[in-house]
């Protein structure tokens, strides 16, 4: 196995895999609805990568050191073939972890299907608990039992399961200490996510951030919580328990306390595009490589000059002007 690392010394360790740019949502810091509307051009079925070649990548990933790959979209669950994608994933030596996140609206539907295909954890985006907010979060009208629903059917198929809530001043934060307590009650990881400047839609201003300091008060105030130790380099949150039990809580704080320095995540897009980066504004073509016809050993090539090159550390560097100006690819493209 080839160990790489970029110019701030960083390994290549995760793989973000985005299998669709389509969701049936349209959340609010992500897909909204007035840009991503109905005469919105989404990837063709021709212009996404087969199975096979995730797959091709995927192998070549693994042999320079990628140990845990994450499946994402869009929302990936609308992906047919997804299953046999996972299928072949566990079949790839090297690769230990494979996660997914979802909004969980189909896990009621895919969740024993994915389990049994060789599917380890799922994340599942939830933003509030009450009807009327998450309704306008998701902007489609969707309630939040259909959510609630996949959760149990993640956990009956016996996934790991772990809630991620996005925060965002003024919309959401009301819901805060109402998700805490019910998924402690649960016993099931609740990660607060700052509101990030990820693609160049979402409208994002600072003003609109809930601070993970100011979220973490909140948390306090319905059980006291003690720090636990990262699972391993480059973990995105920070993670506590609430004291007296194995319940967990996380952070992540990509805006006020930026993570970039241990980051150790590539990202592909549902077309084959490589990014370095979530704020990245482009990325180079794998797909072109394995349309080619090139070679396992070509296309390790190619990721390793990419990675070696590497020097993004966005999150660090960012200013209200920067993250107004720049322009960057949108999430429901790159994955979270």
Request: a neutral charge; hydrophobic letters at 40%; one cysteine or more.
């Amino acid at each position: 196995m080839k160990r790489i690392v970029d110019r701030l010394g960083r390994p290549l360790k995760d793989l973000r895999i985005s299998v669709t740019d389509q969701c049936n949502f349209r959340c609010v810091y992500c897909m909204p609805a007035e840009i991503f509307g109905p005469d919105f051009r989404f990837l063709q079925p021709n212009e996404l990568l087969t199975v096979d070649e995730m797959v091709m990548l995927a192998h070549s990933f693994a042999d320079l050191g990628v140990e845990k790959v994450r499946i994402t979209g869009g929302e990936p669950l609308l992906r047919k073939d997804l299953a046999v994608f996972i299928e072949k994933l566990t079949k790839i030596d090297g690769i230990k972890d494979i996660a997914l996140t979802t909004n969980g609206v189909h896990l009621v539907k895919w969740a024993e299907i994915l389990k049994q295909a060789g599917l380890q954890r799922v994340n599942v985006s939830l933003d509030a608990l009450d009807d009327d907010v998450f309704k306008k979060m998701n902007g489609v009208g969707v309630g939040v039992a259909p959510v609630l629903k996949g959760i149990e059917a993640a956990k009956k198929a016996g996934l790991k399961v772990k809630v991620n809530m996005v925060v965002k001043k003024g919309l959401n934060d009301s819901q805060i200490v109402p998700m805490a307590r019910y998924f402690k009650q649960e016993g099931i990881t609740l990660r607060f996510i700052e509101f990030m400047d990820v693609g160049t839609s979402n409208g994002w201003d600072f003003s609109h951030v809930v601070t993970k300091k100011e979220i973490y008060e909140q948390v306090c105030q319905i059980h006291p919580l003690e720090p636990v130790e990262p699972d391993y380099f480059g973990e995105v949150a920070s993670r506590y328990r609430y004291t007296g039990t194995n319940t967990e809580v996380g952070f992540i704080a990509s805006v006020t306390e930026s993570f970039c320095r241990s980051c150790t995540r590539a990202r592909v897009s549902a077309d084959g595009k490589l990014y370095t980066c979530l704020f990245a504004a482009e990325g180079v073509s794998l797909k072109e490589l394995l349309r080619q016809g090139a070679e396992k050993e070509r296309i390790e090539e190619f990721i390793i000059a990419t990675w070696n090159k590497r020097t993004d550390r966005y999150s660090d560097e960012r200013t209200e002007q920067s993250a107004k100006e720049r322009k960057k690819i949108e999430m429901s493209y790159i994955g979270g």
